[in-house]
């Protein structure tokens, strides 16, 4: 990490974490409000078709997940502060074994929240979750990070609008990378407007095919010295619900564009989806179509099915398909 880089890191840590104290501090007289804890969990199982090299056709496990959280109100004035922990632990795609989702701490109080661990960025909240709505098959259009390590973090509503900021230094990236992201996002009842910034500190070279691949486990905005910003806009109305991003990744030397449309129709206990992404790079690229449906059976279960079809740029050959159908179980308890 250079010495300007850390003195940003701390300055921004410290004084979020100043503005916080100040907020617990002057909180309005209220009942002080009891420990809470919820426990949840989503089982993901499906039968998949595909002919994409490095995937396999069969029974698969589609990222099942379980987590707490837990909530302990702080003996400040009026008890409107609150510590907080979120754990979270799951299984990577087709895989079995488990993985560390989300791990945070923090603390909560009416001016906002202030965290830090494994958890959700500035980037994804304001961009990728709102194209990233299939079970497993969607967001194909969105190249940035969705939870990283050692982030430092502070959120907070105010009438509709939504800002989150991040500074992180996660090893797992590489040694020594640091990212710093922002984000502001204008969630009304029918429309809604974005932008967020993903800034790395370091230097990097330029972008290679194999990170921009759709097949890539690298997002091209975590590699070293890459920059990604965006802006992402929304609408709804009844049962029917649009969302698009666009993005740009640049490198030192070069750059991409990426983006995504979204289309959902939510009537009664149905959901369906369509989408349109894709990614064009300095020496390649890639759109994909995807779609699916899902049909929630009870409180607890839903069965649904999925499909893609991308185009990475080459000949027929580069055109993968997957085809999936499967069964979901969520569930949740409050304590």
């Known amino acids: ?26 909180a309005a007289d209220a009942e002080f409000r009891q420990p809470t804890l919820s426990l949840y969990g989503s089982l993901r199982f499906a039968f998949q078709g595909t002919n994409w090299q490095g995937l396999d056709s069969g029974p698969r496990n589609y990222r099942s997940r379980a987590g707490a959280w837990l909530g302990i109100p ?24 488990l993985r560390k989702r989300l791990l945070y701490a923090g603390v909560k109080s009416p001016f906002g929240q202030l965290t830090y661990g494994k958890q959700w960025t500035a980037f994804y909240a304001t961009l990728g979750q709102y194209v990233d709505v299939g079970v497993r098959l969607s967001g ?9 390590n050692d982030d430092l973090q502070y959120s907070h509503v105010f009438r509709g609008v939504h800002l989150q900021v991040d500074a992180i230094q996660d090893s797992s990236l590489g040694s020594g990378i640091n990212r710093f992201q922002g984000g502001i996002d204008y969630r009304g009842a029918v429309w809604r407007l974005g932008m967020a910034l993903d800034y790395s500190d370091g230097d990097g070279s330029s972008l290679r095919d194999q990170d921009l691949r759709v097949d890539s486990r690298t997002r091209p905005c ?18 029917l619900e649009v969302n698009a991003i666009l993005s740009r990744v640049v490198s030192r030397v ?3 564009n990426a983006g995504a449309v979204n289309l959902q129709w939510r009537p009664g206990v149905m ?3 369509l989408e349109l992404g894709g990614l064009d790079g300095p020496s390649t690229s890639h759109k994909t179509i995807a779609g699916g449906f899902l049909k ?14 991308t185009d990475q740029g080459g000949d027929a050959s580069d055109t993968a398909y997957i085809l999936s159908f499967g069964v979901k179980l969520d569930f949740d308890r409050h304590f």
């Open 1 to 26: 990490m250079t010495s300007l880089a850390r003195r940003v890191w701390l300055q921004v840590g410290s004084t979020i974490a100043i503005l916080c104290i100040v907020t617990a501090s002057f």
């Open 74 to 97: 702080l003996p400040t004035p009026g008890g409107h502060t609150s510590f907080l922990l979120h754990a979270e632990a799951g299984s990577l795609a087709d895989r079995v074994e």
């Open 140 to 148: 194909f259009g969105y190249p940035g990070s969705t939870r990283l």
């Open 222 to 239: 975590n590699i070293t010295g890459v920059d990604c910003y965006g802006i992402s806009a929304g609408w709804r109305v009844r049962d």
């Open 254 to 256: 070069d750059h991409a």
């Open 271 to 273: 959901r369906y989806y």
């Open 296 to 309: 929630q059976w009870n409180r607890y279960l839903s069965y649904f099915g999925e499909f893609s079809v």
